[in-house]
């Protein structure tokens, strides 16, 4: 199965989309809230505030209070931060860690329920067509109201960029401009396979990836575990199908 994802902003990107008001799909999942004057500042918790649950290890607790500081609210941290250290345990359990390819490429292998699975992060050729131009924006030849002059270039560069006005379109210019050289469209795909045969697969497009951001190397695991239990199911279907057995 092959999924196309909406755009997305980065935990490392979460202030710039607070103050630009553009939703954001990534390990924190709702908009940027602000607290009113005189709840708790960020980056600090009440006494009483992790008290019906287990206190948070000193990592989750850094992770937690940096987010904070984001301006995060305090359940959308404290989700995150948990989320965070699941993954971690997961990744020691399965053996998962990601690697670069002689090209640069990352990659990962390891096992989960009997299987095989291996993960690959695959350039997307066709993600700005596709994702940015419309969430981001285009650049045009012809003036349009809203447009911002572009300078750079040749005298066959297009003279214009027109946002889509999703949030602050100096931003929106500014990830144009950088596009294919500070980030990218990348995709994810995943198999699964017993034996040397696969049986399964599933893959994703349209993440904005940097390669010098952590936040996204996370945030890409997260999606491979997902294609990987949607492969893993596909796979079981497939020998119940073929031999009666899982």
């Known amino acids: ?27 924190i999942k709702h908009p940027v809230f ?14 009483f505030f992790f008290a019906p649950e287990k206190p948070l290890d000193p990592l989750q607790l850094q992770h937690y209070q940096s987010l904070r500081k984001l301006g995060i ?24 860690a990601w690697a670069e390819n002689r090209h640069g490429f990352l990659h990962a ?13 695959v350039n997307d050729e066709d993600g700005w067509w596709t994702s940015g131009v419309e969430y981001i924006g285009r650049f045009s030849r012809c003036w349009q109201p809203g447009a911002i002059r572009h300078r750079h270039g040749d005298r066959n560069a297009c003279e214009w960029f027109v946002p889509a006005n999703l949030g602050d379109p100096k931003e929106e210019y500014r990830l144009a401009c950088t596009y294919g050289h500070d980030w990218w469209y990348a995709g994810v795909e995943v198999k699964a396979s017993r034996a040397g045969v696969t049986l399964g697969s599933g893959s994703l497009f349209g ?10 190397r996370q945030y890409l695991t997260e999606i491979a575990f997902d294609l990987a239990s949607d492969a893993i199911a596909g796979s079981k279907e497939k020998l119940q199908t073929l031999c009666g057995c899982h």
């Open 34 to 47: 602000h607290h009113p004057t005189g709840e708790t500042p960020a980056g600090q918790f009440p006494r």
């Open 207 to 216: 993440i904005e990836f940097g390669c010098q951001d952590q936040g996204d």
């Open 73 to 96: 609210g305090a359940g959308h941290a404290l989700a995150c931060s948990k989320q965070r250290t699941a993954l971690h345990l997961k990744c020691a359990e399965t053996g998962f």
């Open 1 to 27: 199965m092959c999924l196309r994802f909406r755009r997305r902003i980065p935990v490392s990107g979460i202030l710039q989309a607070s103050q630009a008001a553009r939703p954001f799909q990534s390990g």
């Open 109 to 121: 292998r390891w096992q989960q329920e009997g299987f095989d699975l291996t993960a690959a992060v």
